[in-house]
C-alpha cells in the first residue's frame, strides 16, 4: 500500500490557480494580487498597507507596487494616516466593487474547489 504524495495535490491546486491567474490576466487585466487586495478591501474594513502585505504574504515593495497598480485604474483610494503621517490606508473606490463584482464570471472553479471537497 502506498500513500499519495501530497505534492501531486499541491500540483493540482496550482494548475487551477494558475489558470485562474491567466483568466484573470486576459479577461480582467489583473494579476492574482490585485484580485485578492480587492477582494479583502471589498469586506469593507480600510487597510494599511503594512497589514495587507503581511496577510498575502508578500514584501512591502511587492505590496506597494500592486496598491500603485490598483490606484492607477481608480480600484482603490489612499489616505494618509491621521495620527501617523507615514501610513497609509487604503479602501476600495464604487470602481473597484464593480471590478470585484465580476471576477468570478466566466471561470470554472469546480475542479479547484473539489480538490477541498466543497
Known amino acids: 500500500m502506498t500513500k499519495e504524495c501530497k505534492f501531486i495535490m499541491m500540483k493540482e491546486a ?5 489558470a485562474f491567474e491567466a483568466h484573470l490576466a486576459h479577461t480582467h487585466q489583473l494579476l ?4 485578492i487586495v480587492l477582494c479583502i478591501l471589498g469586506e469593507g474594513k480600510t487597510r494599511r498597507s503594512t497589514d495587507l502585505a503581511n496577510e498575502l504574504g508578500v514584501t512591502y515593495s511587492m505590496m506597494s507596487r500592486t496598491l500603485t497598480g490598483l490606484e492607477r485604474r481608480e480600484y482603490i483610494s489612499r489616505a494618509i494616516g491621521a495620527e501617523d503621517k507615514r501610513e497609509m490606508h487604503f479602501t ?7 471590478m470585484l ?6 471561470f470554472d472553479f469546480s ?6 471537497g466543497k
Open 111 to 116: 475542479g479547484f474547489l473539489a480538490l477541498f
Open 14 to 18: 496550482l494548475r487551477h490557480i494558475y
Open 32 to 35: 492574482l494580487n490585485e484580485a
Open 92 to 98: 476600495i473606490t464604487k470602481t473597484g466593487k464593480k
Open 101 to 106: 463584482a465580476t471576477l468570478n464570471d466566466g
